[in-house]
């Protein structure tokens, strides 16, 4: 019986000291620094060379809302590289709060041209171009049933529509971090290399989704994998090539009474959008259960009280195994020993931050300078109360 207790006790202790460890290192002393917050900070912790970095910058719904932005994936590799894996709209914000050089966010992968899925290249395109991005932005997207479906014929439309942002850029910054360059790939081969450098392997195969051209994606670095599903019902594909994936993304989404309930959507249309277009919850478990990933991730819907019990319940009656339902910020850490999910916290309030080339001088020779004369003529006289900062400024900056 004393033994018994014992046990008891050692068993007690046992969960007990693992809860404390999982919420953070012992704080011994009221003055010290409390190690091993269970957060991460931007930019204070190393990536180990043989370690990926996961940010969800985006998990939510076409439909904006403050606490969830649209889909964005941000993925750091041991090697140095980052990739942005779509960038719905609103999700450069939480992209910016990690406070990363522009210069790192130039490789963006694009699963589906839905705007949940590219509606933020505007921020990231210009915002990047004022901020510190040093030559174009690249972008690797699928094809599509006829040229006008494809990403080529997005982008290159995509900048006449900023047609007027990119020629008064133009003139007042370096026309370099302004272009873009677009590798597109054929949205129907199975398992093909989009991009392979540096020791990272990146592939795509067909998603089934709303129309021709979807695709899911895979990154392969230090023997891991990580799958990124984009918009997808259950296929064929998913189950054969995420199949041995360390991390596998697939979308969940809201139930068809939850689309009802909280989305303000007919009950045939919630029918149709929650079981033909997307996966449900117990469809996203039988694709984990299938394809049995070492962690499984879930996203594309509104994570909050009212939904996601339904969602999780849904998941659990078919799948139970390591699982993640993704909100934006959640980041995860993959090894070949361990996946650890956490929240990032990162500012409201973050800058643009420098990387180690500067961003180019401007070059106006050979460009027309967009504000006319007639308009130019039209400037108020205010030299008498900015002349002296101006000359300060030249002063301290040594310009002519
Ligand atoms: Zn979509
Ligand atoms: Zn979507």
């Known amino acids: 019986m004393k033994q018994l207790k014992q046990l008891i006790s050692l068993f007690v202790l046992l969960i007990l000291s693992q809860t404390v460890l999982a919420a953070g290192g012992a704080v011994k002393s009221p003055t010290g620094v409390a190690p091993d917050r269970y957060v991460y900070y931007p930019g204070t912790e190393e990536l180990d060379k043989d370690e990926i970095r996961l940010f969800a910058c985006g998990t ?65 395109w210009a915002g990047g171009w004022t901020a510190g991005r040093t030559g174009p932005l690249k972008i690797w997207g699928p094809s599509g049933a006829t040229k006008e479906m494809g990403t080529a014929y997005a982008v290159d439309h995509f900048l006449k529509a900023f047609n007027w942002d990119m020629q008064t850029r133009n003139f007042k910054l370096n026309p370099a971090p302004g272009k873009i360059e677009v590798e597109e790939f054929d949205y129907t081969k199975e398992n093909q290399i989009v991009y392979q450098q540096n020791d990272v392997t990146i592939r795509s195969w067909p998603a089934i989704h709303a129309g021709d051209g979807p695709v899911s994606f895979s990154l392969e670095y230090a023997g891991l994998k990580l799958v990124i599903g984009g918009d997808t019902f259950p296929n064929k594909w998913y189950i054969k090539y995420a199949k041995d994936a360390d991390v596998a993304i697939h979308e969940v989404f809201l139930t068809p009474t939850e689309l009802v309930q909280w989305y303000g959507q007919s009950p045939q249309q919630a029918l149709g959008v929650g079981t033909q277009i997307h996966t449900s919850p117990p469809a996203f478990g039988k694709v984990m259960s299938e394809i049995k990933p070492r962690h499984a991730i879930g996203y594309h819907f509104f994570n909050e009280e009212g939904t996601r019990f339904g969602i999780y319940d849904g998941v659990r009656g078919t799948y139970d195994g390591p699982l993640s339902l993704a909100t934006d910020n959640m980041v995860w850490n993959i090894t070949k020993d361990e996946v650890v999910e956490r929240m990032t916290v990162s500012p409201d309030q973050a800058w643009s931050v420098p990387g180690a080339t ?10 027309t300078d967009p504000l006319s004369d007639e308009m130019k003529a039209g400037k108020w006289n205010v030299k008498d109360v900015q002349g002296e900062m101006i000359k300060e400024f030249k002063k301290k900056y040594d310009m002519k």
Not at 69 to 91: I, M, P, R
Not at 107 to 118: G, Y
């Open 358 to 367: 500067p961003p180019p001088k401007p070059l106006t020779e050979g460009i």
């Open 60 to 124: 939510g719904l076409p439909a904006a809302r403050r606490d969830q932005a649209a889909t964005c994936w941000l993925v750091e590799t041991g090697n140095g590289d980052k990739f942005l894996f779509d960038v719905g709209t609103g999700s450069m914000v939480n992209v910016a709060a990690l406070m990363i050089p522009y210069d790192m966010l130039n490789k963006v992968f694009i699963s589906h041209l839905h705007t949940d899925h590219w509606g933020d290249l505007s921020t990231l």
